[in-house]
């Protein structure tokens, strides 16, 4: 793996988990959980987030859906995750905490979804089949990735260095996604980049850093309406699949 359970929660630790952040994150891809509902072949009741972890995406969902939730991360610490289901009002839930390449179950789930999860592995090819194994039939997967590349990869090299190492970039293009599909008899219902160009960082800058964060942001903030409305691998801030099972 790329990170461990320690770079997690440094990462989440001033994360706000109150009911109306995590909608206001979690409802910027309402459009993608519709998707990801119409696609399944049948009506679905259970939900499975893989690298769950603070559990905002999943209760929300679940939530959204009245969907029974599952939350998988190999992180220990469970606290967040129950506040994220807590605040979105889901009592009954599972957390499961184990490494997502070991851990096996012949439990199955109607959705599954991963959010900025593959990447951060080696073998990510495992961790996507993983996916699959655990998917009912007639059920539907959505997994969202950063995209890293291009333009992002080079931004990163220079502002933000060590959060692009944390990242696996060789998964982050399409075929990664057809040949899941392929490779796991799954239909692609959806695939495409997505988002504006993303100059956040991860880290203090010098003044030079400074100066090209700045005129990163300026540029992007303009520019945004183009990028997102002609997304690609040179500058979208992530890529988005969704499959189901026959």
């Not at 969902?61 to 994220?84: C, G, T």
């Not at 997502?100 to 979804?113: A, C, F, G, Q």
């Not at 293009?173 to 239909?187: A, G, P, R, V």
Request: positive net charge; aromatic residues 16%.
């Amino acid at each position: 793996m790329y990170t461990d359970k320690k770079y997690w929660q440094k990462y989440y630790q001033n994360t706000n988990l109150d009911k109306k952040q995590i909608i206001a994150i979690c409802s910027k891809y309402d459009k993608y959980w519709d998707m990801l509902f119409r696609v399944c072949k049948h009506k679905p009741k259970t939900i499975l987030e893989m690298g769950a972890y603070p559990g905002r995406f999943i209760a929300y969902v679940a939530s959204k859906y009245s969907l029974k939730p599952a939350a998988l991360d190999f992180n220990p610490d469970r606290k967040k995750i129950e506040k994220s289901f807590k605040e979105m009002g889901i009592n009954q839930y599972e957390i499961i905490t184990d490494n997502i390449i070991s851990y096996t179950t012949e439990k199955k789930y109607d959705l599954i979804i991963s959010m900025g999860f593959i990447e951060h592995f080696e073998d990510y090819v495992a961790v996507l089949n993983k996916h699959a194994t655990m998917l009912e039939k007639g059920g539907a997967i959505l997994i969202i990735i950063p995209n890293k590349r291009g333009f992002r990869k080079l931004y990163g090299l220079i502002c933000d260095r060590k959060n692009l190492d944390a990242h696996n970039l060789k998964c982050m293009n399409k075929k990664t996604f057809h040949d899941f599909s392929f490779n796991n008899k799954l239909k692609m219902d959806y695939l495409q980049y997505f988002g504006g160009f993303q100059y956040s960082v991860h880290q203090k800058l010098n003044k030079l850093q400074l100066c090209i964060y700045y005129l990163v942001r300026f540029a992007s903030i303009k520019l945004k309406p183009y990028i997102e409305k002609h997304p690609s691998w040179l500058y979208s801030s992530g890529i988005i699949g969704i499959f189901s099972k026959e």
